[in-house]
Every structure is written in C-alpha cells, then in structure tokens.
C-alpha cells in the first residue's frame, strides 16, 4: 500500500487541475433536530463525535456569563461556566461524571470528544490542561503523553491519537494496548491541524511545515502523511497557492483517495493528482469536512454575510444545505460506512444538534 501510494504520488504530484465554483440553489435534503437535554443558559455546543447511530457524544459548556455596566466593558461579575459532555444512545442524552474536574480558569469549556478503538476521550479546560477517558461509568482524568501541551486529539477507525505541542513541532501518540505509543511522523509535517482515518491501516493527517505565524518569517507549506497501521509515509501536497495555504482537514474516501480542505480550497487526491475546487461564492472561509458513504465531501464554511452555512459538493457544482430554516450549523461528523451526518450549531441563541437520519 505505501509502495503504491508513493509511485503515484511521485507520478501526478504536480499535476493540478481547476474546477468550477459555481453554487446550486439549496438542498431540499430533510435535517431534523434532535432535541438537547436541559442545559443552563451561556450555553454552546464546540464539538461533536458520531461513531454510530447509537453513539454521538457532545461536549461544549453550560452557565457561562458577563455581566458588564456598559457594552464593551470589562466584565464586573462573570463565570467561565460549566463543561458539558453528553452521549446520545439511540433515543435519548445521557449525562456522566466527570472525575478530577477543578477550576481552570477563564475557560471551563470542553472543548473535544473523540471515539476510537472501542475508546471515548475528552478535553478542555484552559491551556488544554484536562484529558480523561470515559471507563463506562465516568471520565477519569489521565495525564497526557509525551512532552510539551496537549493541543490536539483525534479519533476514528485508526484508533485515538493524541497531538502534542512540543520543542520543534507537533508529536503524534496513538492508543494501543492501553497505553499512548509515539508514531514519529515525515519531517516535513512538522505541525498538524487534523487527523482522520477510513479502516485501521489508512489513516491520513494534514498540516503545515511551519507554524502559522513565526517570528522567524519562514513560509509555511501544506503538508500530508499516511497511515499504514504501523507508520506515517509522506505524501506530496498540492502545490498550486504555495506559502500560506495550510491544509486543516481531511476525508479518506477509499484507498489512495482523500478529499482536503485549505482555508480556501477544497481539495481532491486520486492516488496521483491534486484536483483544485474553489469554494462557493460569497464564501470567506471553510471550516470543518466531512465525507458520506458515497464519496461526496461536506463542509461548513463561514460566509461574507458573517453567517455559518453547510455546502456538499457533486456533479461539478457546490450545493447549500439548510439544516433548520433558522438554525445555523458550527461542527460537522459523518458516522463511518453511512450516510448519516450529525452537526452542531444553534437556533436563536441557543445550542442544537442536527441530524439528516
């Protein structure tokens, strides 16, 4: 398999294509919500893991506020809130213990959930700084591997990783065996934005080569690497915007093929070309991907109207998909081998969930 990727990306890496930006009106596709449980108010939904129909978690936080004497004053009475992680089995939310949760400062948010070999993590606080695993009963917390400070975690059919912020660049640790194992990954990925992955043994992580904004002033270029199940083989990025243009997610679709978006671009590999899509018009910025059962990639991107609004795109042409006729959407999943897409956003100015099952 590594073989293989390697030849082709050897044989077609510079080989970009363009492809139309046009928009079609919006989906007619049936969203429905999924009603939350009680939640107090400053409440706000910041990430969503749907690894089965059965299985969805939620994390986010609830009962945050400021109470200001005037607008744009600083706060003279306020809360950083409560976090919030909540499971959906089928037909209702379940709520769990979080162990060893303390004060942590101005942000008490859970700000990731993850599922992957047979495992549920969590994380937030400020700084990062708590990280636990759900034992079926409760999230006991775990200290994170390695060096440096937990600035990312990641789950899928490839099982949980973990992204550790350290001297030089982003170091990748997997769950096996019950414990975090460090996968050296190519040099040129040096910092890594998202990690996503179709069965075991292909898995696919995305970044840049140099951190956003050094003081050094050296450009930083997209980045990728596979996963064969036992170690992580550099492939050769798109080349077409050059410096700047780092790639922040990804969406294995079948073997060798992936879809990657850019703050900018959506993305398609084949084995051995790079296939640029620009994005809709009125389009400012992507956000977050995902990938269906048949290939077609989603994605939430933020519009010049300042709103949220989720695209797919098929037959050449992106499609708008309204959710809720008044709900905006944030996060965005798809349940692995499915159809089925779960995303999170609001309605007025509180959180929802929503779902096209």
């Known amino acids: 398999m590594k073989r293989a990727l390697l030849r082709a990306a050897a044989a077609g890496a510079a080989a970009v294509l363009a492809v139309s930006a046009t928009a079609q009106p919006a989906s007619a596709d049936t969203w429905r919500k999924v009603d939350l449980p009680f939640l107090w108010p400053g409440a706000g939904i910041r990430d969503i893991s749907a690894a089965a129909s059965d299985n969805v978690w939620i994390a986010g936080v609830q009962g945050s506020f400021c109470i200001q004497p005037v607008a744009m004053w600083p706060c003279v009475i306020s809360s950083s809130g409560n976090p919030v992680v909540r499971h959906w089995d089928g037909s209702r939310w379940r709520e769990y213990p979080i162990n060893g949760w303390g004060d942590f400062g101005a942000d008490a948010a859970m700000r990731r959930v993850v599922v992957g070999g047979g ?64 996968t050296p990954v190519p040099a040129d990925l040096r910092y890594v934005n998202d990690i996503q992955a179709r069965t075991p043994t292909d898995a696919w992580a995305v970044g840049q080569t140099e951190p956003s904004r050094n003081r ?7 980045a990728i690497a596979h996963w064969d199940g036992s170690s992580w083989t550099s492939v050769p990025a798109h080349t077409e915007s050059g410096a700047g243009e780092r790639l922040i997610g990804v969406a294995p679709v079948g073997a060798g093929e992936v879809w990657a978006i850019t703050r900018a671009t959506l993305l398609h590999w084949d084995g051995a070309t790079w296939t640029t899509i620009p994005g809709p018009p009125g389009m400012t910025e992507m956000r977050t991907l995902a990938a269906d059962d048949t290939g077609t990639p989603w994605a939430i991107m933020r519009m010049s109207s300042y709103e949220f609004k989720l695209f797919r795109h098929g037959d050449g042409a992106w499609q708008e998909v309204q959710v809720s006729p008044t709900g905006t959407v944030t996060e965005l999943d798809a349940v692995p081998g499915t159809g089925e897409l779960w995303a999170t956003g609001g309605e007025g100015r509180s959180p929802a969930v929503f779902t096209d099952s």
């Open 119 to 182: 495992e549920t993590w969590i994380y937030g606080g400020s700084s990062n700084s708590y990280l636990a695993a759900f034992n079926g009963r409760a999230f006991d917390p775990s200290e994170p591997p390695g060096d440096g400070n937990l600035v990312g975690l990641h789950g899928g059919a490839a099982g949980v990783w973990a992204r550790m912020g350290e001297s030089g660049g982003d170091a990748l640790y997997r769950r096996a065996g019950g414990a975090w194992v460090r």
């Open 216 to 222: 050094y002033g050296v450009p930083d270029f997209p």
